[in-house]
């Protein structure tokens, strides 16, 4: 229940174990002038508010209003616990991170004479402070650093570690990590900043452009390294790997562009299906060198469908996969003709 002023008051004197005398002392004020607020004849001057809270450790707002705020000290109290928090979080980093770089360095120089492997350590300790303490730091714009400078200090990582191997290898991973960055930023990117506020519309469209793009790029470096390093004698990118990622770029972006169809839900959802199964009708069509890819290939041709038949295992694969295409398509017709039922009826209510 809320206290009137002068009660609040003596209650929060006496728990501080002052006397009218002592409080007034402390504020250059008469005792009389204590008694008179406490009785509630008189309050006190705005200019003793600070003061007065102060010394009976209440708030202003507390004073004023004659009541403790338990909600606001329950936040302080919280605030506070984080902070202490965060700051032992940090300091158990720095001081870990600080033992571990000296003993290290102390170890690699007594036992091979030289830094070799300690420079592994370090860079490892670079990436785990870029995601433990880092962050922390990096007041503004982070969506942009943090990403950047794990990106970096894994890159560092990457060519200590192929330095230290006498490897050639650093590209191939580090533009791995890069193509898994873009996919997850890119249109977080574009959404995010007022700069793309003209392309925001068309972000799934211009993200998937730039994935497809850069995934080609990886798969030819790949492919370029196999050859160089003979792993292969054959130039698979052009042959395999770019009508493949070409192909489910013209999917994706099919199914992409139903959502511009001024359709209900309903059509929209058979149509994706309905393109969904073109996959088991063109699948068999395809004619590849690799015989366990055409193996693959065979497995996903529904048209030697033989429900019979299920004792060899590339012909279990084709029942298997005809009873995915005919649930899909009915599913798909079902919700065709819903949507159907549903569209005559809104352009009849509309009239």
């Avoid at 560092?156 to 580090?174: A, H, M």
Wanted: aromatic share 14%.
């Amino acid at each position: 229940m809320k206290k009137i002023f002068g009660t609040f008051l003596k209650q929060k004197r006496q728990e501080k174990n002052l006397t009218q005398k002592q409080l007034a002392k402390i504020l250059f004020v008469s005792e009389s002038t204590i008694s008179k607020w406490e009785k509630d004849i008189a309050h006190p001057d705005i200019t003793l508010l600070p003061k007065l809270s102060k010394v009976l450790e209440v708030t202003e707002h507390e004073l004023i209003t004659a009541s403790i705020d338990e909600e606001t000290r329950q936040e302080k109290v919280q605030a506070k616990k984080w902070k202490t928090l965060s700051f032992s979080w940090n300091l158990f980093f720095y001081i870990s991170y600080a033992i571990t770089i000296l003993v290290c360095f102390i170890c690699n120089l007594a036992v091979n004479g030289s830094l070799s492997w300690f420079w592994i350590v370090l860079s490892s300790l670079l990436l785990s402070f870029s995601f433990t303490n880092l962050p922390k730091l990096i007041k503004k714009h982070k969506l942009i650093f943090i990403p950047l400078s794990m990106f970096i200090s894994l890159c560092l990582l990457l060519g200590v570690c192929c330095i230290y191997t006498n490897g050639n290898w650093f590209l191939i991973p580090s533009l791995s990590v890069l193509f898994g960055l873009i996919i997850i930023f890119t249109p977080i990117y574009i959404s995010s900043y007022k700069c793309f506020s003209k392309i925001k519309k068309y972000n799934d469209f211009i993200s998937l452009a730039i994935d497809f793009i850069f995934l080609n790029f990886l798969l030819y470096i790949i492919n370029n390294h196999c050859l160089t390093n003979k792993i292969t004698t054959s130039f698979w990118y052009l042959n395999l790997a770019l009508p493949i990622t070409m192909g489910c770029y013209l999917v994706l972006n099919i199914f992409l562009s139903v959502r511009f169809f001024k359709l209900n839900k309903l059509l929209k959802s058979s149509i994706i299906l309905f393109l969904f199964n073109l996959f088991y009708i063109i699948t068999p069509f395809i004619k590849v060198q690799n015989p366990n890819i055409q193996k693959e290939i065979e497995g996903l041709n529904i048209f030697k469908t033989d429900f019979s038949n299920w004792s060899s295992e590339i012909q279990l694969e084709r029942n298997i996969h005809c009873i995915i295409f005919l649930s899909v398509i009915t599913i798909a017709i079902v919700l065709f003709v819903f949507g159907i039922i549903k569209q005559i009826k809104n352009k009849t209510t509309k009239k």
